[in-house]
């Protein structure tokens, strides 16, 4: 009888320990397949998805510095990410986060951010990035009646004396694509940049191609785009997040999406297109 009883709780263990192994797989299972389950991401604020850009925020990314009204191609991707995701407009808040601190190491006050942020090695160490939904090209920004504003080659910029704004990829691509002989000069914001260029301390911005489109459209309409030109390895943008974020897998998958169906293409045509109409530079 005693061998009968302990054989007996031999077997119940064993199954015990099986159906919870069993239980426990299954589990996991269901956690992978909801992770991204429509308006239930474990966002900053729960069923709230808070989104981040700079301020000012500039057209053509945002119109009229407002990016809740969903004009300008960032904020109407942040929209479309949030639509896919399962947060309507009503459900997506917008916080203000400076360009220079949205990359460095440490934890966020919003879920993603969209402010033209190129994806960089050095970037990813730091914090997270989803699939690119745009890859732009450089630009070079110079003013009309300027000695290097009928350069048709990359070669006729060397002895420009160069702008670009501080933490951008704008740097290394001068530096890299136009080999200038003098190095850039680096300033604090996109403002400096413009005022710079305005009061004639340099030659020339090198700034990514829709900000160069907006920057001689409404910030100094005496300046022109003399052309544009590929960045090493394609400049390509992706929502930011921080590292290890749990919702970059799921903005991936929005983007994704985003571009399987078309809609990416569309928005990129509706606020981007301006942008063919720059010469490219070799």
Do not use: H
């Amino acid at each position: 009888m005693k061998k009968l009883t302990t054989a007996f709780i031999l077997v119940l263990s064993l199954a015990l320990l099986v159906a919870g192994c069993g239980e426990s797989k299954d589990d996991s299972t269901a956690t992978t397949a909801s992770t991204c389950k429509p308006g239930q991401l474990p966002t900053k604020t729960d069923g709230v998805l808070t989104v981040a850009t700079d301020k000012p925020a500039y057209p053509p990314y945002v119109e009229d510095d407002d990016p809740t009204n969903g004009e300008g191609f960032e904020s109407a991707v942040a929209y479309a990410i949030g639509e896919q995701l399962g947060y309507p407009a009503a459900k997506v808040k917008w916080t203000v986060e400076p360009f220079n601190s949205s990359y460095a190491p440490g934890p966020k006050d919003f879920d993603f951010d969209v402010n033209e942020i190129s994806i960089t090695p050095a970037r990813e160490k730091a914090v997270d990035f989803s699939s690119p939904y745009y890859t732009a090209n450089q630009a070079v920004v110079v003013l009309k009646d300027s000695d290097v504003a009928g350069a048709t080659s990359l070669a006729d910029l060397q002895d420009a004396k160069l702008g670009v704004q501080i933490g951008t990829t704008s740097l290394e691509a001068a530096e890299d694509v136009i080999e200038p002989n003098e190095r850039p000069q680096v300033f604090n914001s996109s403002n400096d940049v413009v005022t710079a260029l305005k009061n004639e301390q340099i030659d020339a911005i090198v700034v990514d191609l829709p900000t160069a489109l907006y920057i001689t459209a409404a910030q100094v309409p005496s300046a022109t785009v003399v052309g544009q030109f590929a960045a090493p390895g394609g400049d390509q943008w992706g929502a930011l997040l921080s590292k290890g974020s749990a919702l970059t897998s799921c903005i991936s998958q929005a983007v994704d999406e985003l571009k399987s169906s078309g809609q990416l293409d569309q928005l990129t045509k509706r606020w981007m297109s301006d942008a063919a109409g720059a010469p490219e530079l070799d």
